[in-house]
């Protein structure tokens, strides 16, 4: 049996909720990784400090005895976020950045940035403290065609950001296109990116083609077959401004299987063997470890795990269904054969 040995990784982007679900998925990221920088989008969005420590909270109470996982905090930026509220958290040891959404461009982001001009003060104030920035990078204008919102952030938006605050460090999230790809290949080492298990594994026929399959749906929406192959290089180029964030973002089955279905997919259940079956296709297992284990804490400044996990190779069928008495959680590539696991 094929056998890989890596430092433990982090996942440098999760959404794990509250109540019920957080309850039902934070034993999965638990068990693969160290560390995860979690985001805010709750409803209510978490948007202070002290709404952060408490949230922390009931994750550490949700995880499994003896875990030492670390949740990583951020907060939700509004144009409401005060100069004295970015400065306690650039001094908390719990909080490690603060994501900006765009008003409307995904799940939980009505409480986001109309404009961003209009976050400027809060841009200043994060660029002196050294907090990240990390950004969903989508534009929301209803006239911009779905696949072209991240092409057209990166080109308008995200540019500009980077013109008015060269200090800043900032994260592009989730990134789905060659052009962000080629975007952060072209800027400092102040831009870094994350790369989720499904945009390396699908391009946007496993959503459409045929059918609609509500489970591949997540935002920014999958895209064409020449910008995995882009994600892809990148991910397995060994440039440390790529690492691993897999947006596992778990909906109810009946929110993901509706008239109205929300974006988001859970990968959570599995997320390393789904990255190593990525790696694999492209013969760059060798490539995996620093992606997942190093850059991510490199970038935030955080010490590198030293543990190790072991993934084998030992085909397994994920389950159609996630489920206990309170939640239903369908998980990407449900009833299908995945070649690896982690080691018990
Ligand atoms: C995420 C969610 O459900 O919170 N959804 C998604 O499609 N990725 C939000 C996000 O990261 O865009
Ligand atoms: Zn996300």
Not at 212 to 218: G, K, Q, V
Not at 244 to 252: E, I, K, Q
Request: with cysteine; net charge negative; proline share 6%.
């Amino acid at each position: 049996m094929q056998k890989l040995i890596l430092t433990k990784p982090d996942d440098w982007h999760l959404h794990v909720r509250n109540g019920a679900i957080l309850k039902a998925v934070i034993g999965h990221t638990a068990r693969q990784f160290g560390r995860a920088i979690i985001m805010p989008n709750l409803k209510p969005p978490i948007i202070t400090v002290s709404q952060a420590l408490l949230y922390r909270q009931e994750i550490l109470s949700a995880l499994p005895e003896n875990s030492d996982f670390e949740p990583l905090m951020t907060l939700y930026l509004s144009s409401e976020t005060t100069a004295e509220e970015i400065a306690l958290a650039a001094q908390s040891d719990y909080i490690h950045g603060i994501k900006l959404y765009p008003a409307g461009a995904t799940t939980n982001s009505e409480a986001g940035v109309p404009d961003i001009k209009q976050i400027y003060p809060q841009l200043a104030a994060m660029e002196k403290s050294g907090l990240p920035l990390l950004i969903h990078g989508e534009v929301t204008d209803p006239d911009c065609d779905i696949f072209d919102r991240e092409r057209v952030f990166v080109d308008k938006v995200l540019s500009s950001i980077i013109h008015d605050f060269p200090g800043l460090r900032i994260v592009l999230e989730h990134v789905t296109t060659k052009e962000a790809v080629e975007f952060v290949k072209s800027q400092s080492s102040n831009l870094a990116a994350t790369i989720t298990p499904q945009h390396l594994l699908y391009n946007r026929n496993a959503l459409l083609a045929g059918a609609i399959r509500p489970h591949n749906y997540c935002l920014p929406v999958l895209k064409r077959e020449e910008h995995r192959q882009a994600l892809l290089s990148a991910a397995t180029s060994g440039d440390s401004r790529f690492f691993l964030g897999t947006d596992s973002a778990p909906h109810l089955r009946s929110d993901k299987e509706s008239a109205c279905g929300c974006a988001g997919c859970f990968n959570a259940f599995a997320a390393l063997p789904l990255y190593a079956e990525a790696f694999e296709h492209v013969g760059a297992l060798e490539k995996l470890e620093a992606f997942a284990s190093f850059y991510g804490a490199d970038f935030y400044r955080l010490p590198r795990n030293t543990a190790t996990i072991m993934l084998e190779k030992n085909p397994w069928q994920v389950p159609n269904s996630y489920d206990n008495e309170k939640t239903s959680i369908i998980p990407l590539k449900a009833g299908e054969v995945l070649n690896w696991q982690l080691a018990s």
